[in-house]
Structure formats: C-alpha cells, structure tokens
C-alpha cells in the first residue's frame, strides 16, 4: 500500500508539472521555482507533513519535497541555535541532496556527452 | 535618385544575377525528412567527428561553401566576396568559416532571415557592378541553439508544444553576373514588426505579421499578384505562423492559399515529433537549395518568391522582458 500511494503522490505532482508545460508559458525554470516554493510554504503551514504521511517517498522526493526540507531544516536549527538557524537550517537539511546533485552530475558530465534528443 | 527602387521596400535588379551553383548540407534528422533525398549531403552524425557543436557548425558552412563554389567550376580565388551570416552570438560560425575560406567577407545577421538577406547584399554587389562572383551562405545547428537561445542539451529539458526545431545544416550559394542558371530578379526588404509576442518558444506567431508585412508590401511595389508565382514559400512560421499570416494577407485581399508554403512545414514529417516543424537560418537555405532550386531547374516552378523570416530578440532581451521584433526579407527567383 505504501509503494502504491508513493507511485499516486509522485505521479500526480508530476502531473501538475506536466500540466504547466504543456497549458501554460512557464518555463523549466519557472516549473522549478514554482515547486521548491509551493512545498517551502506547504512545509511552512504544516501542511505538507500531511502529504508525505500519505505519499512517503512519492512527497519527499520530488522538487516540493526539496522545498519543504529547507523550511523544517530552518525550523529545526532556529530552535536549536536561535536567529542565525534562519541562515544555516536550510543548508544543513538538504547538504546531502545538493552535495550529491553536484558529485554525481560532474561525473555524469565527465563519462558522458548529451544526447541530440 | 535610386533608379532600381520600386515602391517602398522592392529592389528590382538591372541585370538579374545568376545562380550560378548552390549546395545543402543536413544532419541525420533533416535527411530522414520528406525532402531528404533531394540535399547534397546528408550527414551520418551532427557532430561530424569535431570536439564541439560550434565547431560542427562552422564546418559544415565551410564545406557547403567549398562545394558550391566546386559546382560552379569558379576556383575560390574568383571568388570576390563572401556573405555570411549565422545565429550563434558575434556569428562566429561565419567568421570562423571565413577564416578558412579567405575571401573577403561581409558578416550579416538576420537571424533565420539570413539567407534571404545574403540573397540581396550579393545581388546588389553584383547588379550593382561591384562584383563578378559572390557566395552567400547560412548555417544553424540544433545542439548550438538550444545551448544559445533556450538551454544547453545537459539539462535534459522538455520541449513546449509550440516550440520549433532549429534545422542541422548549411546551404551555400555562388551568384554570378555571368553564366546560365536561376535568376534573382526582385528583392523586397523588410521591415521590423513587433506585435507584443514574448513567448520564445513560439516563434512562428511573432514572425507571422512580418511575413505578411512583407509580402503584401512586395506586392504593392511590384504590382504583382499571387498568380504570378508557382509558389510563395516563408522560411520557418511553422504550422501556427503559417495559419496567421495567411489569414493576414487574405484580409488584404491577396489569396495566396494555393501557392503558399513554409520551409519550416516541409522540411520534417509531423512523425518526426518536432512539434512545430523546423526553424534556423538553414531552414530557408536548404530547403531552397536543395528542393526548391533543383524544381525549378526541372520546370516544376518558374516563378517563387522566398520570405525569410528572422525573430531578432536576444537572450538578454528575452530575460529583461522585451517582445519579439521579427523581420522578413524577400526574393524573387526565376528561371526564365
């Protein structure tokens, strides 16, 4: 049941950004923006805690998933450090995420060359 | 007192300049198309065994160039000047071309409205009677303009609907006051329209007023009418644009349905999944010189007139929010 529900919550985000390619002018970029955002504020009002009970992995993985470990990483370091949490909680929660989209894509770039399409 | 002006924009030339050889390159995509038999070289891979896509790029206009001169049987060295020009920032596929071919060179810019804008600086050098033989070539690249005008491959990005495939390759053309062979009559030159159009990935709806501007005002100077060609033909509106700028010449009351065409539309198949068909300076230039010349030499068209069409943003000015100003220039060509 688990991995059906994170197959449903994944797909349908993934949906929403298709929806916004195809119907509307937003750009990757704008897509990307929009969703990091939308979780970062979901995140905020408590609300995306919800979905991830719902989705698991299919609410933490995509872009809105990134957007709401920034705001609980920031939450959870102004508790713990006071103000300054404001300027290293988002950081601290997604290093690894980051971390690894940076290794992995220089080596990516390194073994490989882009596809024409 | 400009003697060779009609109207406002049309130039008529005294003595038409003749086409005297022309030459098409395409890379694998174009060649698989509907109009794939009819280029000069069709190449297995658009990287054509260089580090690069620019490099690519540049090559493939060096090589067109040095073929269509070989046609002509002229050697490079009767060759007086070079016209060029590409989309890649500061053209650098043509003055990198240029270097190699050392010819002196003239560096245009008219986006995907290059080759018709080549057309007209070489025939006016030569009507003009400042040059025997000129070359006039254009080239584009899908992978360099994606990386230019959109994003770089890398991303993986998806293509919107609307968007249009820039064409992989180059077409290159000797014009000759001498010899035998098509004839560059008529030229009319654009003028920039902007109708408010922001959206880059569709292209085709900005460039459709200046098609149309350009058309109905070659017809206004020329006292021409849509039955007097075989065939009218823009360089990449695509689907969309194509249907825009038709209805904006009908409310003119010139009907041009019957020869009017897109280069964009022709030169892939709706299966080849490009969604609004094909777009890039090579566009106009392969399409005319591999199919549409090689028809006219064969008598299934006498008389076309060639609009090229050029969106002349940049990406800057794309980012600053700015609208798309486009552009058409236009040239007749005849065969007899």
Known sequence: ?117 | MSIKKLGEQTLKYKKPPIINSYYSIVGPKEGKGPLGKYFDMVLDDDLIGQKSWEKAERKMMFDASINAIKKSKFKVTDIDFFIAGDLLNQIISSSFAAKDLQIPFLGIYGACSTFCQGLIFGSVLIDGGFANNVLVATSSHFCTAERQYRYPLELGNQRPPTSQWTVTGSGAVVLSNSGKGLKVTYSTLGKILDFGLKDPNDMGSAMAPAAAHTIIQHFKDTGFTPKDYDLIVTGDLGVIGKDIASEIISNQEYDISNVFSDCGTMIFTPSQDTHSGGSGCACSAVVSCGYIFREMEKGIFTRVLIVATGAMLSKASYLQGESIPCIANAVTIESK
């Open chain 1, 1 to 117: 049941m688990d991995y059906l529900m994170a197959f449903v919550v994944g797909g349908l985000i993934c949906v929403i950004g298709q929806i916004l390619m195809d119907s509307t002018k937003l750009t990757p970029a704008h897509v990307l923006v929009l969703f990091v955002t939308s979780g970062a504020i979901l995140s905020g009002l408590g609300i995306y805690n919800k979905l991830i009970s719902i989705g698991g992995a299919g609410a933490t993985i995509p872009l809105p998933g990134f957007g709401h470990s920034l705001v609980q990483g920031t939450i959870q370091d102004i508790k713990q450090i006071g103000i300054l949490g404001v300027f290293t909680g988002g950081l601290k929660a997604t290093a690894a995420g980051i971390s690894s989209a940076v290794l992995f894509g220089y080596i990516m770039a390194l073994l490989f060359n882009p596809s024409r399409k």
